[in-house]
């Protein structure tokens, strides 16, 4: 019988499970989980803290996923190194697991900059895990006032999460807009409006010089009284494992299409690993759960002597702040145009006949339709894409291609 | 398995498959208490301008990417039918994302809905191709697996 063993316990190792499983109903599955929860779903910390969840309906499968899938989970127990010569992970209680088969899904961690003084700031906290989540749900309080450092994804994500719960949020970002990674400055612009009319105060193009106490010294020299400080500057990918064994590394474990690691009967996946960005044509980590479970299941299946590939991967954030709505998908290179109606926003980039990426802030109604038209590369000479630029409809397609896609199985 | 499919040639951009589909959801027995007077958050939408219209709703498809890419795994592809857990979405959008097709939209309460086949709602059976004037859609086996 094989022997399948998966390094983490998120996304990632769901899609491994699943993607086992498809192929391979008997096979062991050994599961090592750093962190003792039951699989939860990562994204929804901030939804937990603004109310909108709860510790029960995060769980990202149901209470007997693992039994169901006949998983054997080693809770609270982490990998400590991989011996590839003999095909066996070493643990950190002493223990080892041997495999045919190992799936590399350690995700990523939380990067705290070496602030000056940081060791005098009583509470401080990250915000990746559930962990984070419920330690800074202890801290928060109806006056408190919260600094967070970072005004990308996480970091607004979090403010959004406790603004109803404390006295005050600012956000300070050493980038010159939010949501850096995401957004081109104009778009920027909106999305801090909208949420600088709902309250969070912005300090941008500065960060923290140094801590004392409750207290943040800006490099502009502005002084930051605050309670509660989240540390959300970025995060980086966990590929130490991989890299002491030999592996190939980058930012990411480097994977092919099949998610097969430089080691023999090693696979990655999920935030840890990098991927083929095929609107860029680069290889980059996509840290975005979809991508994770896709990689997953792709790496399982093929652990399992199945075919997989996974080579239409491509950035995407669906994200939203108080009512207002963004996705993104793609890369931003090319010639930009712009539609903006009502204050919608609508932007696309192209490249010759591609569609390479968009920006939709306000109404994203069936924006996939635009994402299925990045991922699948279709020239845009075969579809009424002025019309599009305007309205996400299936009406862009000829009338040959729709009755493919209602009159026929997809 | 079974599924919905579209007769694009056939619609005559009525709406009613929409007003059927958010009565039938409605848990009501009274069309006119269920949608006189309210805005309808029907899963089934026609799309289309002018003289080309056609009904939308989800393709249950073989390889669903809005399962994939959930971030709460509130859906799943149970029986061939991709089912939607509301009390475990949290209204993120991933789900219009990556729909390839414009299936899903959010409902009244701001979490996602879908077409579900009427499966588990009074009708047993889609209330939009029952109700369709035109046979402009139809419920029924047109191959592929599950």
């Known amino acids: 019988m094989k022997r399948y063993v998966i390094i983490g316990n998120g996304t990632a190792a769901v899609g491994c499970i699943e993607g086992i499983r498809s192929v391979d109903k008997t096979g062991d599955v050994t599961v090592i989980s750093g962190e003792k929860h039951h699989v939860y779903s990562r994204p929804l910390i901030s939804y937990y803290l603004e109310g909108k969840t709860d510790l029960e309906r995060m769980k990202y499968r149901p209470e007997g996923f693992y039994e169901e899938n006949g998983c054997r989970v080693l809770s609270g127990v982490r990998a400590a190194a991989i011996d590839s010569a003999n095909k066996n992970v070493v643990l950190d209680n002493g223990g080892s697991v041997e495999y045919d088969a190992l799936c590399v899904a350690t995700g990523s961690r939380p990067f705290v900059p070496p602030f000056a003084g940081l060791d005098t700031v009583e509470k401080k906290f990250s915000f990746m895990t559930l962990d984070d989540a419920l330690a800074l749900e202890s801290a928060l309080a109806p006056d408190c006032r919260v600094l967070i450092v970072g005004a990308g994804l996480i970091g607004l994500k979090c403010a959004e999460g406790i603004f109803d719960r404390v006295g005050s949020v600012t956000v300070c970002d050493l980038a010159d807009r939010v949501l850096s990674s995401i957004l081109d400055a104009e778009c920027a612009s909106v999305v801090q409006e909208h949420l600088e009319e709902k309250g969070i105060r912005f300090l941008l193009g500065d960060s923290a010089d140094r801590f004392e106490g409750n207290a943040a010294v800006m490099k502009s020299g502005e002084r930051v009284e605050f309670d509660v400080l989240v540390l959300a500057v970025g995060v980086r990918a966990n590929t130490e494992l991989v890299k002491e064994a030999g592996g190939e590394v980058n930012r990411g474990v480097v994977v092919n299409e099949s998610e097969q690691t430089s080691l023999d009967s090693v696979w990655a996946a999920g935030d840890c690993a990098e991927g083929f960005d095929a609107s860029a044509g680069a290889n980059r980590v996509l840290a975005i759960l979809p991508n994770a479970y896709m990689q997953g299941r792709v790496a399982g299946i093929n652990m399992a002597g199945g075919e997989a590939a996974f080579d239409n991967a491509i950035p995407m954030n669906s994200i939203g702040f108080f009512g207002l709505h963004i996705m993104t998908a793609g890369s931003y290179g090319g010639e930009m145009t712009e539609e903006r109606e009502d204050g919608n926003v609508r932007r696309f980039f192209t490249d010759g006949d591609l569609l390479k990426g968009y920006i939709l802030i306000g109404d994203t109604g069936r924006a996939g339709i635009y994402t299925s038209l990045i991922r699948e590369k279709t020239p845009l000479s075969t579809v009424d894409f002025e019309f599009a630029k305007k309205y996400a409809s299936n009406l862009i397609f000829s009338q040959e291609i729709r009755r493919k896609r209602f009159g026929g199985v997809v | ?146």
Request: net charge negative; glycine share 8%; charged share 25%.
């Open chain 2, 1 to 146: 398995m079974k599924r919905v499919y579209v007769n694009e040639e056939w619609c005559l951009g009525c709406h009613l498959c929409e007003y059927n589909c958010a009565y039938a959801n409605s848990g009501l027995s009274d069309m006119a208490v269920a949608l006189k007077d309210k805005k309808i958050f029907p899963r089934i939408r026609v799309d289309g301008e002018d003289r080309i219209t056609f009904a939308v709703s989800c393709r249950h498809c073989e390889d669903p990417l809005c399962v994939k890419s959930c971030i709460a795994g509130a859906i799943s592809k149970i029986d061939g039918v991709v089912k939607i857990d509301r009390d475990r979405c949290v209204g993120c959008l991933t789900c219009v994302l990556v729909c390839p097709y414009g299936a899903l939209a959010p409902g009244e309460n701001g979490t996602m809905q879908k077409c579900e086949l009427c499966l588990e709602n009074a009708c047993g059976e889609p209330a939009c191709v029952t109700g369709c004037p035109n046979r402009a859609i139809v419920y029924e086996e047109r191959g592929g697996a599950e």
